[in-house]
């Protein structure tokens, strides 16, 4: 069993669109980290939270401590918003999800 | 395989002296990462290398930072001179073609006092 579960494994969508990916965690943490990676293979910290909602640009993520879950928004979507996304969480260790391949579509 | 080692686990030191932190990274994979973390700043990449070469440093914050890695076995990160704002934990990670699961290792936790 993971500690960290992301969905949905693969994603493609329209440009312009709004995109979702989930997190959900069954430790306890800390924190909780959204990294996106691009084929490249560098990965940018994209926001890490304890509660609440951030928001940077187009991008927004939530978490919810008592459900265990999280949220990764993307509004208006962009090819260059293409990558993986992985959410991580900091508790005792660092734990992973395997990411969310996200293609998006001219 | 044992995954990516780190050594040392906790390093304790006094400003002004010379760090490095070691990394073996899992057989086979072509990119390593140095990651701080810090709970003001979360996670931060510092610098990642493909096939031992450095790709990309834009993250480490200064001179005071350097990074090798002489082979595909081992890489360091070097801090000289540290002061107290360096401390944090570092992490490690290598990863290989899949791009779908990113192996961290167990990080060094530095106190520059």
């Known amino acids: 069993k993971n500690e960290v579960e992301q969905s949905p494994q693969n994603l493609t969508a329209q440009e312009g669109e709004f995109i979702t990916i989930n997190c959900s965690y069954s430790?306890?943490?800390?924190?909780l980290h959204w990294l996106q990676q691009h084929p490249g293979g560098g990965i940018v910290s994209l926001f890490m939270l304890s509660s609440g909602k951030k928001k940077h640009g187009r991008l927004i993520a939530t978490i919810n401590i008592q459900e265990k879950h999280s949220s990764l928004h993307i509004t208006a979507s962009h090819p260059r918003d293409s990558a993986v996304y992985i959410c991580?969480?900091?508790?005792?260790?660092?734990?992973f999800g395997t990411g969310t391949s996200l293609t998006v579509i001219p | 395989d044992a995954g990516v080692i780190q050594s040392p686990r906790h390093e304790v030191t006094e400003m002004g002296q010379e760090v490095t932190l070691r990394c073996k990274p899992i057989s086979g994979h072509d990119y390593l990462f140095w990651y701080r973390q810090t709970m003001m700043r979360g996670l931060e990449l510092l610098i990642y290398f493909n096939n031992n070469v450095p790709i990309d440093d834009s993250g480490m914050p200064e001179d005071r930072f350097s990074a090798k890695m002489p082979n595909a076995s081992f890489s360091t990160l070097k801090i000289q001179p540290s002061e107290p704002r360096d401390s944090a934990v570092y992490f490690c990670?290598?990863?290989?073609?899949?791009?779908?699961?990113?192996?961290f290792g167990p990080g060094t936790r530095l106190t520059v006092l």
């Open positions: 991580a969480v900091t508790g005792n260790q660092f734990y």
């Open positions: 990670a290598s990863i290989g073609l899949s791009y779908n699961e990113q192996f």
């Open positions: 430790v306890g943490i800390s924190a």
